[in-house]
């Protein structure tokens, strides 16, 4: 069994060339339109729940937010450490126009360069799977990845939808995780592959050094 055990808030930044230098810990970036539940499922995932903070009013937070994490595998008992990444909302927000461009264009750059990013996870709301804009960002994540870097799509308030509904929006997207912040329910199973994922490119990055 893996689990966090522990998390706590880095630092924000406005854009990629403010963000935290952490050449030697992998990044996990969590994106989702807004009012998706990607705060809920942050405290969900690191049983914190004041770590991120969910926003009254949707699309408000504009800045990158860093959140140290540790894993922890009970069986080998071994710790490992990565970065959560907390990427403001997207294709809500009451700005100005200026202002939104800037933004998404911050959010743009900061997906295509940073290199330290290992895992894309695009969170989408079970009830509402076929936007644009989600098809829109799933299509750059696909047209901007590198070879070391992985996406998981997760649908999001699955309890939302009865079980009928379920089998048919797994039937359309095997690939695609479903997670309930509010029960609990997919949790586990969404740590244990961002932990795998960060200990296979861990083991990889070792290889090439011994090379």
Known sequence: MVE????????????????????LQDEVVFMARSNVGKSSLLNALTNHKGLAKV?????KTRLINYFDVTFLDRDSAQKSMAKFVDLPGFGYAKVSKSIKHDWEKN???????????????HLID???????????????????????????????????????????????????????SSKKRGTLKIIKIIHD???????????MDED
């Not at 926003?55 to 699309?59: A, D, F, I, K, R």
């Not at 994922?197 to 290889?207: G, K, S």
């Open 55 to 59: 926003s009254s009013t949707p699309g």
């Open 107 to 121: 959010l743009t750059d900061y997906v295509a360069n940073r290199e330290q990013i290992k895992i894309f996870i």
């Open 4 to 23: 966090i055990v522990d998390a706590k808030f880095v630092t924000s930044a406005p854009n990629v060339g403010a963000a935290p230098e952490s050449d």
């Open 126 to 180: 079970c009830r509402h799977p076929h936007l644009e804009i989600d098809t829109s960002v799933s299509g750059f994540l696909f047209d901007n990845i590198r070879k070391n870097q992985h996406i998981i799509q997760i649908f999001t308030k699955i309890d939302k939808l009865n079980q009928k509904e379920q089998n048919k929006l797994k039937k359309e997207f095997p690939q695609a995780l479903m997670v309930s």
């Open 197 to 207: 994922i960060l200990q296979e490119n861990q083991e990889n990055r070792e290889e």
